[in-house]
């Protein structure tokens, strides 16, 4: 089945400052890759997703890219804010259903 | 739109007693639901695919005996936690895949104690 790590599990970063968590996978046969922010004991948000048909996409702050070859897929935010600080999961799947998470992001910006 | 309910948020209950979660999809037809278990500080791992009209399909490790799932209708999925013990304890999340659409849709969670 898909494996997928993540890295790194804390990051911490200065409010205006960028940050980067990134992701690899094992099964060449995903094809979706969503980004999800889950606040303390709340339900996971989508925030960004890229299909294997592209290999960057961009919304505001956030971006995502993926390397098909390296099986490799990143999180970028941009001029980080407080309301960023939260555990960011990346996935994988095949089509969109059985994703399978990374291991999370702890992400604290420091004000 | 695409708002799924979980009910309940939170139950504390006794060992060896049964509870159930239900998720249910407000504004949309799921035929797929998909229930998670999370411990503290940890990912999201799968425990069962629900179809509606068919059985779950359980990931390896998970027994079907002990988390009962019910897919009855379009908009309903419900799990049951059976004879429960401590180490049951934990936050299941559910999520709801719209039927011919793209993306899931997470529910707010329940978060079980068991004593």
Redo the contacts between chains.
Sequence with gaps: GENVEQHPSTLSVQEGDSAVIKCTYSDSASN?F?W?KQEL??????II?IRSNVGEKKDQRIAVTLNKTAKHFSLHITETQPEDSAVY?CAASFG?????????T?LTIIP | GAVVSQHPSWVICKSGTSVKIECRSLDFQAT?M?WYRQFP??????MA?SNEGSKATYEQGVEKDKFLINHASLTLSTLTVTSAHPEDSS?Y?CSA?RSGA???T????S?LTVL
């Design positions: 979706y969503p999800y004991g709340k339900r996971p948000q989508l997703d999961f969109n259903e059985k994703l399978t998470f990374g291991t999370g702890r | 797929t998909f500080k940890q990912s999201l791992m799968l695919t936050f999340i895949l793209n993306v899931l997470f529910g707010a969670g978060r």
